[in-house]
């Protein structure tokens, strides 16, 4: 079982940058791919970045070269790193960890994200 504290979100003009930030706990951190998906109103969850206990990483087509997923395994902690944002990207956002990439064992609560002049 993995339990997470998700902070950094908040409201940021168009243009601004937000940093999120997940500590994770309860299991071993190392083992998972970490993510970040996000829900807007009206819409699906998606997936925005992921990154593997070997650090790789993927991201979705709408925030590439915006935002940077990393992690620290010493610190069991996740960070996304949004530049350049947009009103688009206005959303719920979730910390997630998953035995591979695209798979997603545990969720957070969800970290609030809202882009708008």
């Known amino acids: 079982q993995v339990q997470f504290v998700e902070s950094g979100g908040g409201l940021v003009q168009p243009g601004g940058s937000l940093r999120l930030s997940c500590t994770a706990s309860?299991?071993?951190?190392?083992?998972?791919?970490m993510g970040w998906y996000r829900q807007a109103p009206g819409k699906q969850r998606e997936l925005v970045a992921v990154?593997?206990?070997?650090?790789?990483?993927m991201y979705a087509d709408s925030v590439k070269g915006r935002f940077t997923i990393s992690r620290d395994n010493a610190k069991n902690m996740v960070y996304l790193q949004m530049n350049s944002l947009k009103p688009e990207d206005t959303a719920v956002y979730y910390c997630?960890?998953?035995?591979?990439?695209?798979?997603?064992?545990?969720w957070g609560q969800g970290t609030q994200v809202t882009v708008s002049s």
């Open positions: 309860g299991s071993s951190f190392s083992i998972y791919a």
């Open positions: 997630t960890a998953g035995a591979t990439r695209l798979k997603v064992d545990f």
């Open positions: 990154i593997t206990r070997l650090q790789s990483t």
